[in-house]
């Protein structure tokens, strides 16, 4: 869709979306011009947001008809959902390591920059689009348990929005195995938090506690 405002848009391929060839020729100056912006200058989030609101936006989770207030008509689902990491968790990790780190896992589709480049997303497959909301919650409850806290606002939903992005290095799993929760768990998992997110350092193995915790099966979360 051509802008966050807009109700209806078009079908693109997630290749597209994911290697930038959606993208316009101004959509990417805009970026560039975003990740060239100092965060400690006073009009940072006003000149940000400007920016943000002249790029185009896709729903990763679902083709949807119309995003009308009131009236969100879904196609078709995807079987992707979409978590964020904003730039305040980023800022604590080296953001090429984390990308890597989440990619270790088998259902994660694609790990890169958001738009502004201090951001990252991931796209991770899941065997029940229907329970997306499910998923999302019980996936970020995980998450926390090893340090890392996702933005919780958007991407539980079918309609929630994803800006285009690009990253040259963006990490991307065509054979990705949708995962596959046997029960939604959403209080007190009785994993103890692993690492801190204070400092990259003490988080150099992110992915080893959540792939032993998956592969012990304590939260009964697996791969289909």
Known sequence: MEG???????AIT??????????????????????ELDPSDPNYFKEMRELKQRLSVVTPAAVIKSRASGNVEIESYSGIMQ???????????????????????????YAGRSCSG??????????????????????????ETVGIEIDRSNGYDYHHLRYVSFDPNGLINPDFVPLKIKRFKRKNF?????????????????????????EAKQLDFVPE
């Open 118 to 143: 201090r951001g990252i997303f991931i796209l991770m497959g899941i065997a029940e689009p229907e329970k997306l909301k499910d998923y999302f919650t019980h996936v970020g409850d995980l998450l």
């Open 4 to 10: 966050k405002t807009k109700t209806k848009g078009r």
């Open 190 to 214: 009785g994993l103890k938090k692993v690492v801190s997110h204070r400092t990259y350092e003490d988080n150099i193995n992110l992915a080893l506690p959540l792939i032993e915790a998956i």
């Open 14 to 35: 997630l290749w597209d979306f994911l290697t930038g060839k959606c993208l316009s020729a101004m959509e990417r100056a805009i970026i560039d011009r975003m990740r």
């Open 83 to 109: 978590i964020d990491i904003d730039s305040k968790v980023c800022n604590n990790y080296d953001i090429e390591e984390l990308k890597k780190e989440f990619f270790k896992l088998p259902f994660v589709a």
